[in-house]
């Protein structure tokens, strides 16, 4: 957005509470890579030079990468400056920071959908001596006490997690809610690949048959690492971790969990090859078909015959339970009214009509599939500074009158 | 020359238009979205007993169904009982049945498919050792329901299977069943 603004010769400031990358800095664990291949970190003026266009960014790999982009742009920066609150004024908006003060005519906020682990309120039933933390306190497996492990939450987070402490020698059980199953690999190409080819991931926000659900869908439960295995649960299955249902409640020490779990991994397995068969139809109709391998459908989703509908985590020998049950945003300093009952900010595609002047990014799907990705900063920042500068021009011809 | 005849539009009889209206209207008062269900029952005699259903409230309402509805409930011969009615534990299955079968329904006609017939059979194993207190080991309840649908519909069997799936997701019964719910029994 900054480089969008100086080409537009837009005065502005770009306010950061810590260091540039903060988040991957500080609040990730330490073998998480990108989900998205080298390639497809695309900004603009600012590709992958290296020659591993297929793998996937270590943390130091991502912070070094934007650090770069930092350097290549050259913004108007403030780092270790937090801001305190965002308030309207007669004419634009006070921003409030420990650096100091701003007045300004136009606002982008550009903290992220993930700024604060969100627990379940069944956490409060959890029985004390059982250590509980959030993706965003997790490390790795060595940080966690020895014993077995109950991560709540199947989505890329919560698979991945699992994965890597079951594989640590801590037993695993794995609470599965709603969930996307995806493949990393289908037909010999990533799924981005197919994402990006097939148009997918530049679906528009005001296309997309049901955008608050679309909005609200959890990450693909794939991970990037170097093999590129698969993280899905049969995967996880096949590594030992015991599958459950949904964490539903917590009573007298014993969890009680939801037998849902059959139709959740039907619905998971449906969708999944809804996408393939979307990949397929695309890969036929763009004549394709023969430069990419046969089409295939993964193995539905093994589960035994009857789940487990409760589990005593004394007898279960668990220790400690990960809650990977999604991130929401933090807004505690933003006093425009423009947030809904949950907290989610409202807007059209980036744009807060409520409050003129105001601009949100890099949420899911905010004017795109891939908003919430790298690889839509750049179309997203043409737009909304197109109509930034829209907005500004039209508040000086006011204000000339 | 044949002329390509339009399409019937799609009818299961269901209004998704007005569920949908609901949904819109609901978003901004999501206080007229609290509703309690209630149904009264009457001991007869033996294991016989009549529940009614009448009144409910919702939409920041005391609402009314059109007529009064009753269920009789009692427990077959077997059990040393007269066998008036359907047990309660069948009356959870037909509970369950009518949940997912209008769900099927709204479901298929929010996605465009025309149901020509829909039939399941359920079927839901209970060790009865539980109730009869032989065994603290056993649960009273089923240890299992297995549910099984027949559907003939302008749809693929992937899309009946996904209509079948999503009307599990947003079934109440289903819901109630698969979950627990916190239950307080007292004596006025």
């Known amino acids: ?401 | 020359m044949a002329k390509a005849k339009k399409p019937k539009p799609v009818n299961n009889g269901v209004n998704v238009e007005a569920l949908f209206g609901a949904q819109e209207a609901l978003k901004n008062a999501p206080e007229a979205a609290k509703f309690k269900w209630r149904s009264t029952v009457k001991w007869i005699n033996g294991t016989h007993s009549r529940s009614t259903v009448e009144g409910f409230y919702g939409l920041g309402a005391e609402q009314k169904h059109k007529k009064k509805f009753t269920f009789d409930a009692d427990h077959p011969e077997i059990f040393a009982a007269a066998d008036q009615a359907a047990t309660p534990v069948e009356i959870v299955l037909a509970s369950l049945a009518s949940c997912l079968t209008a769900g099927v329904a709204a479901v298929a006609q929010a996605r465009k498919v025309q149901l020509r017939s829909v039939s399941a059979t359920l079927e839901a194993g209970m060790d009865v050792r539980g109730i009869l207190g032989m065994d603290e080991d056993v649960r009273n309840g089923f240890d299992g329901i297995k549910v099984t649908y027949k559907i003939d519909a302008d749809a693929s069997p992937e899309d009946i299977k996904a209509i079948v799936a999503q009307s599990q997701k947003r079934s109440a019964v289903y819901d109630i069943i698969t979950n627990p719910t916190n239950v307080s029994v007292e004596v006025a």
């Not at chain 1, 266009?53 to 770069?68: K, Q, V």
């Not at chain 1, 035994?304 to 807004?331: C, H, K, M, Q, V």
């Open chain 1, 1 to 401: 957005m900054s480089s969008r603004l100086a080409a537009r010769s837009i005065d502005h400031v770009v306010l950061e509470r810590g260091e540039v990358a903060n988040t991957w800095r500080t609040e990730r664990w330490d073998s998480l890579t990108l989900l998205t291949p080298n390639w497809q970190s695309r900004l603009p003026g600012f590709g992958y030079e290296g020659d591993d266009p297929d793998g996937f960014r270590t943390m130091p790999e991502t912070i070094a990468f934007l650090e770069g982009y930092a350097k290549r742009v050259s913004p108007p920066l403030q780092t270790h400056c937090p801001v305190t609150a965002v308030r309207r004024t007669a004419d634009g908006y006070e921003v409030v920071a420990a650096q100091g003060t701003w007045h300004c005519r136009a606002v982008v906020l550009a903290t992220g959908a993930f700024n604060i682990a969100q627990v379940p309120a069944v956490a409060a039933a959890v029985p004390p001596g059982i250590a509980q933390l959030t993706t965003a306190q997790y490390r790795n497996p060595q940080q966690l006490e020895a014993g077995g492990v109950m991560v709540v939450g199947a989505a890329a987070s919560g698979a991945q997690i699992a994965d890597e402490i079951h594989r640590s020698g801590r037993p695993v059980t794995l609470a599965v809610g709603e969930h996307v199953r995806a493949p990393r690999t289908y037909r010999g190409r990533d799924i981005q690949w197919w994402m990006d080819v097939s148009g997918l991931n530049d679906e528009r926000y005001d296309k997309v048959e049901n955008l608050r659900r679309a909005r609200a869908l959890s990450s693909f439960q794939i991970a990037g690492y170097r093999d590129r295995r698969n993280i899905d649960l049969n995967a996880l299955t096949s590594l030992g971790v015991n599958l459950v249902g949904r964490l539903a409640g917590i009573r007298e020490g014993k969890a009680q969990l939801s037998g849902s779990l059959r139709n959740l991994c039907e619905l998971a397995d449906l969708k999944q090859n809804r996408l393939l068969k979307t990949f397929d139809e695309w890969a036929a109709a763009n004549g394709a078909s023969e430069a990419v391998d046969p089409p295939h459908r993964p193995e539905p989703t093994r589960l035994e015959a009857s789940p487990p509908l409760g589990l005593d985590f004394a007898r279960a020998g668990i220790r400690t339970i990960l809650w990977a049950t999604g991130f929401r945003p933090d807004y505690a300093w933003l006093e425009v009214p423009v947030l809904d009952a949950k907290g989610n900010i409202r807007h059209d595609g980036g744009v807060v009509t409520e409050a003129p002047g105001l601009y949100v990014m890099g949420l899911p799907f905010l004017r795109r599939r891939k908003s919430s990705l790298i690889d839509g900063a750049g179309d997203d920042a043409r737009d909304l500074s197109a109509h930034l500068a829209a907005h500004l021009g039209a508040r000086a011809t006011e204000l000339a009158n």
